[in-house]
């Protein structure tokens, strides 16, 4: 379970893969809106599946 915090204040929380692939919050829409380039362990999220990727898979 991951959290998007903003001013301190919890505003969504969930598993890491769910906020990426489906942000309900505005400010979690606009940090990942703000990264340059997905990375490559994005496409576990954007290809339809819903499991988190291995952490070794998280590194930029």
Request: glycine letters at 4%.
């Amino acid at each position: 379970m991951r959290g998007c915090l903003e001013r301190r204040r919890v505003v969504e929380s969930g598993k890491t893969c769910n906020i990426l692939a489906a942000p309900s919050h505005a400010y979690t829409r606009k940090l990942l809106a703000s990264i340059p380039c997905m990375p490559a362990w994005s496409l576990f999220l954007f290809k339809g599946v819903l499991r988190c990727p291995s952490l070794a898979l998280l590194q930029p």
